[in-house]
């Protein structure tokens, strides 16, 4: 273990390259000089990761994210944590998630609707972009579509109607949106928006300026607006939701997310109820990453595809084997394909949208490892001890492309390496074997089987439908870590992922 000051660069890369020349254990003197220990150990992150009694979130932390995705599930510690998870548990269990297939599926064929209306716009040959990809020709049929903004866009329908039963319509554009302005206060703050992160580091650590006065830049207006719209929606989904229970139009089985949230809070029984504050706090939570996640995962993965035709052909190969191309599957019949498996798992390996986690001990404690690590005094140690004020800073990323693990191609796109395993990636803590895409533990990811659920359909029609080549050269497009990391430009401010698409044929 070594420490030392971390330098200004993108965290995942720099993490690579440190713990490859000085191993799984480094701790690194953080903003403020605080002691930061950054692990790739996967005895050590299991350990930390199960034990939510002792390792909560840092508060500086569950500001950020009260402030970006609502005072919700994610921010909530302890025994609040606990009762909220038990009452929304129930809507994101196997059986909820196999029937809101059928809206994955309908709204993935109104994506390909848009995307073909795009295709079939004049002038779509065009590319966007100089420098080198000026120079690649578009052959006939091709265009460049932005679908960083179309998988956002899809997964928001997606998740508001599955969720809450209300259709959102932001596929739809400005012909019938019911959105109250919700996409575009997204897209200010998750898309376009430069945020201040220095101010919002001084936040976390100084509220004193969380107060009024102080928020006067582009950065608060706009977490302002997005707050005022989501509070807005929610009060109207509340109120519906709390009329149609009174009237009798929902049905005792009914387990749809709100559904569960607004009887907790018409509940009088302390241990399994929700005030009306808290259930807004997890619809925006809801809204913001339950819709991130899987957007940024999808748009993450038709990237790696971009670059593989191979891949695209194998998977089409597959669906029209097992389901003769059937344009409506069922999550049984999507979970028939393995190959489709494998591309979703390796995606989500190799893009994990939440690139780390942050985690600070209540109490001293002793950390086990896995690998004995010498420590600045040259001393070897089989644990790691932790005092209240150190922060924990696991890697997602760079665990899952650990080539001691994966390989010498850890860092590469390879569906393939998912049919037969290396054995240390059995010890790989996570909700979903061999991965870390959705953590592990009692604060795990609630909705896993429906972000993946929701991938595997949009994946199963979109290449069904379309043919994806990419639209940039591979390099040229980064990771700009948010609330989850999104894609964008070397050299732009604005989030987006453009890649070229053309539609397939005689499809039927």
């Not at 403020?32 to 930390?48: E, G, H, Q, R």
Request: with cysteine; glycine share 4%.
């Amino acid at each position: 273990m070594m420490a030392f000051s971390m330098p200004s660069l993108e965290p995942d890369a720099w993490l690579h390259r440190v713990t490859e020349k000085l191993g799984p254990v480094v701790v690194i003197r953080d903003t403020f000089n605080v002691s930061t220990l950054w692990t790739t150990d996967l005895k050590a992150i299991a350990y930390v990761l199960n034990n939510p009694q002792i390792y909560s979130r840092p508060e500086v932390s569950r500001y950020w994210f009260k402030e970006f995705i609502g005072d919700g599930l994610v921010v909530a510690e302890g025994e609040t944590q606990q009762r909220q998870r038990r009452i929304m548990n129930p809507a994101f269990g196997a059986m909820p998630v196999r029937e809101m297939t059928k809206i994955f599926v309908d709204v993935s064929h109104e994506l390909c609707g848009e995307m073909r209306a795009l295709c079939s716009a004049p002038a779509n040959s065009k590319s966007m972009f100089d420098g080198a990809v000026k120079e690649q020709k578009i052959t006939e049929g091709w265009t460049e579509i932005d679908m960083a903004q179309w998988t956002s866009r899809a997964a928001l329908d997606m998740l508001s109607l599955a969720a809450f039963q209300y259709p959102l319509n932001t596929l739809q554009r400005s012909r019938s949106s019911n959105d109250y302005g919700l996409f575009h206060a997204l897209e200010e703050v998750y898309t376009f928006s430069v945020l201040n992160f220095a101010l919002l580091l001084l936040r976390g650590w100084m509220p004193l300026l969380r107060l009024r006065m102080f928020e006067r830049d582009d950065t608060s207006a706009r977490v302002k607006r997005l707050n005022d719209v989501v509070k807005k929606l929610a009060k109207r989904l509340i109120q519906e939701r709390v009329e149609m229970i009174q009237e009798g139009q929902i049905n005792a089985g009914d387990r749809d997310v709100l559904t569960l949230l607004v009887r907790a809070m018409l509940d009088g029984q302390k241990s399994r109820s929700m005030s009306e504050e808290e259930v807004i706090g997890q619809i925006m939570t809801l809204i913001v990453s339950g819709h991130e996640t899987p957007a940024q995962a999808m748009v993450w993965a038709l990237h790696s595809l971009s670059h593989a035709p191979e891949v695209q052909d194998k998977l089409r190969l597959e669906a029209k084997a097992i389901l003769h191309n059937s344009p409506n599957p069922t999550l049984d019949e999507l979970n028939s394909l393995p190959y489709l498996d494998n591309v979703v798992r390796e995606a989500l390996r190799l893009h994990s949208p939440g690139a780390w986690m942050e985690r600070t001990p209540q109490s001293v404690d002793c950390i086990p490892v896995e690998m004995p690590y010498e420590d600045r005094y040259g001393n070897m140690r089989d644990h790691i001890t932790i005092s209240p004020g150190d922060k924990i800073r696991i890697s997602v990323l760079s665990i899952n492309r650990r080539e001691d693990i994966w390989g010498p191609d850890a860092r590469e796109f390879n569906p393939d390496r998912w049919d037969k395993l290396p054995q240390e990636a059995d010890k790989i803590p996570g909700i979903i074997a061999n991965s870390m895409a959705f953590s592990t533990g009692p604060r795990g990811c609630i909705g896993f089987r429906f972000a993946i659920a929701e991938m595997k359909a949009m994946l199963y029609i979109l290449l069904r439908e379309f043919e994806f080549e990419p639209a940039v050269p591979k390099e040229k497009v980064i990771r700009r870590p948010q609330v989850v990391s999104r894609p964008i430009l070397r050299g732009e401010v604005a989030s987006r992922l453009p890649i070229r698409v053309r539609p397939i044929k005689n499809i039927y």
